[in-house]
């Protein structure tokens, strides 16, 4: 658990995200957002103008802030830990709890009427997305003489950020989206851009905001918490990565890499001990502090009830006797993956497990009657509600990883080797033994598996490791649990997208649901 000193900390570094007043903004989000029926409702006339609300500098940048501050809101889940639903649970990494809503898209075979956690996944990155429109309709026309071209650059740079940051969100579990550029755009009701058109806009904005934003930003706490040069930079690699463009994803990785921003922690747990946050590994990460208003709640939901030194004895941390389900505990496969490397470091980070089936409520699927059951230590280590976990969105050994996966590809190979010895090292394993470009390719997948679990990449990762989605099918469809019964996937080469959510089908007409659903 966090020490007071550790929570005043972060309550003094907080940059204001969750107090700004920003009403104005947040209704701006709900009405252009294609997520909910609020999406027809109209802005009284009597309420403030986004003309008559951005006047200054001061207003710019506490409308920006608004938007990062989305994650405050209670009902705010998907960047909190749904987005681990989407990577490691419908891989091989994790398994849902007792709802079957969760277990169905584990198994592929959501339900496109289920709100959760299906629904969140669209309507809260089009949340973000509305907010950035907001700020790239209105920002450049502030006529505030204080207000610098730098620092108006900086404004409108992280709103190009912000809006890639969430298309690729979305792209990448729907495919091609409606795209929703302004909020002056009359069509309410958009047909779905192609795949290719959507990760056209999401690199246009990309490099805009590349061009635009400045390499750090006045202090240490806003560089690893806003968009940023290197953000921007570091989205570009992934995006390239995702379609198949493997020299420029290597050449915007060694941008970031060779930055002099960023760097490597010498020990893995400060990155989730909570107690080196904003740390020179950090590319992007989202703030939480602990207040009555602010809810960090996801570690209580992957965490065993009861004390942790029950379990494991040595590891720090608290959790609560909460009777209800508990989402994203690890797989057995994850955990033989972690022993046959050898991982000690990296797997002692990540879970934390319970050997006596009889101390938790019993889990509903994944595993055999024996089998201990592991929960998701590496997300955070206290159960408080209202408590101060960050969320890990970018970092540098993601980059490093991505660089050698993308120069493997290109035929780069020994180059490769030894940016994926450079992250071996930082967790005590030896160099690897592989040497041609298939041994390689497979040892960066079963790196970058063990590195960054719940870090939204395994799904995406096995997919450009297939890059056949009859092979990624096969094997998701191939898996088992630790007694060898199969685990009942249903993945189909056209069940890899995620279904729209009937609840968007209902509210605009001009939807396509994906096929296969």
Known sequence: MKNQSIISKKNNKMYNIQNINMALVTALMLVISSCSPEFLEKVPLNELSAEGSYQTQSDAEAAIGAVYGEPANMSQHYYKWQHTVFSDMRADNTHGGFVADFITHEL????????????????????????ANSVLDNVPGIEDPNFSDSDKNSVLGQAYFIRAFNYFQLVRIFGGVPLQLSTDDADLFKSRSTEDETYAQIEEDLLE???????????????????TKGAAQAMLAKVYAETRDYAKSAEYAAKVINSGVYELLPTFDHLFDGEHDYSRESILEMEHVPD??????????????GDFSQYEGSKPGSSWEVAYHRFNTITTDLISAFDEMGDNVRKWSTVVTVNDRSKITQPNYGYGDD??????????????????????????????????????????????ITLLNQVRARVDLAPTTATSQDEVKLAILKERRLELVAEFNRYYDLKRYFNDNTAMAQYLNGLTDD??????????????????PQAELDINPNLEQNPGY
């Open 108 to 131: 592929h075979t959501p339900n496109a009427s289920a709100y959760e956690p299906l629904g969140y996944a669209w309507a809260q990155p089009y949340r973000y997305i509305a907010g």
């Open 209 to 227: 905001a590349e061009r635009l934003l400045p390499k750090e930003h006045s202090s240490n706490f806003l560089t690893r918490t806003r968009g």
């Open 292 to 305: 009555g208003n602010v809810a960090s709640y996801h570690p209580l939901q992957m965490l065993p009830p």
């Open 371 to 416: 089998t201990p059951v592991s929960f998701m230590y590496k997300m955070g280590r206290s159960g408080e509600i209202f408590g101060a976990w960050n969320v890990m969105l970018l970092r540098l050994a993601d980059i490093i990883l991505l660089r050698a996966e993308a120069l493997n590809a290109i035929g780069q190979t020994a180059e490769a």
């Open 483 to 500: 007694t060898g019964v199969s685990l009942g996937y249903q993945a189909t080469a056209d069940k890899l997208l995620m279904p729209i």
